[in-house]
């Protein structure tokens, strides 16, 4: 695995017909960077200390950590003004060097254009880089944003929510239900339901994450963020869904982020572009 550094702050997070500006970066015309019910088992949680609260959830980042990788499916579903869209993503991650790559699939236009090619996804602590893009940049280059600028630290702006950034945002559980055992794709796993503050996130996540973590506190709607999450008896987590919300201009837009892990162990490599290959003009909506 070859892992490369190289650094706008962005608008508002938009959101516009093939969501997110077709996985827009940092807002329109932009310039890249160079180089069920809880029912009564319901528990608050208050102590800010790290360790606290559910174990088994502030625990779920330290156990990705402990299996070392993962392949990983992706689903992204934003609602905002009767418009509803999914973008869905495949790929693997490394937790232990926090790098991934995906393939994120768009939606068709709804005006029934062609479908949009893949965007490729490398995902670095503190940047992403993207291929197939979109308008206004070459087929043979990638984007960089540098993911402590946007005003969502990533958790949705590129489509997809880093898988370890979800987990870290576990660590802010702030109230949580244990719902019981489900089986899913042949897994007996511990469902919880709860809720997480992504401030507080922040300031107990391990300090890759912190950054990103700080950055979607002060960009998002509410700091409080709904969760689904179902962790096997490794300790790892297996799915975690997020309902985040946000203001786009005069619309709420309300996003639900998937994401499900599997194959534990697996190898993932992830090369970086060079800083030639790296885009630097323009970018269009």
């Known amino acids: 695995m070859v892992v490369q550094r190289h650094g706008r ?38 102590d800010e200390r790290p360790g606290t609260g559910d174990p088994v959830l502030t625990a779920a980042a330290d156990g990705l950590l402990g299996a070392g990788s993962a392949r990983t499916r992706t689903a992204m579903e934003t609602a905002a003004g009767g418009t509803r869209v999914t973008i869905r993503g495949e790929g693997g991650y490394d937790f232990r060097r926090r790098t991934g790559r995906l393939t994120v699939v768009l939606p068709r236009d709804p005006a029934g254009a062609e479908e949009h090619l893949p965007v490729t996804e490398l995902l670095t602590p503190g940047a992403l880089y993207m291929k197939n893009r979109g308008a206004g940049v070459p ?32 660590r802010g559980v702030r109230e949580v239900a244990f719902l019981g ?8 796993l511990r469902h919880f339901r709860g809720t997480a503050d992504i401030a507080r996130a922040a300031r107990i ?28 008896d490794e300790g790892r987590l297996r799915k975690v869904r997020h309902r985040f919300s946000f203001s786009n201009g005069t619309t709420t837009v309300a ?21 030639g290959d790296i885009y630097a003009g323009r970018i269009r909506s």
């Open 255 to 275: 996003v639900t982020s998937t994401t499900t892990l599997y194959d534990f162990g697996v190898p993932v490599t992830v090369r970086l572009p060079d800083p």
């Open 139 to 170: 087929a043979d280059k990638w984007v960089r944003v540098d993911t402590t600028t946007l005003e969502d630290g990533n958790l949705v702006t590129g489509g997809a929510t880093d898988p370890l950034a979800a987990a870290e945002l576990l």
């Open 181 to 188: 055992r489900e089986r899913i794709e042949g897994t007996e």
């Open 9 to 46: 702050r962005g608008g508002a997070v938009a959101v516009s017909a093939v969501v997110l500006g077709a996985i827009a970066v940092t807002g329109c015309a932009g310039r890249a960077d160079q180089g069920g019910a809880a029912g009564p088992q319901v528990q608050p949680v208050a």
């Open 205 to 232: 996540a391990r300090p890759h994450a912190r950054g990103a973590l700080r950055a979607a506190a002060k960009g998002f709607t509410t700091v409080t963020v709904p969760f689904d999450a179902y962790v096997d």
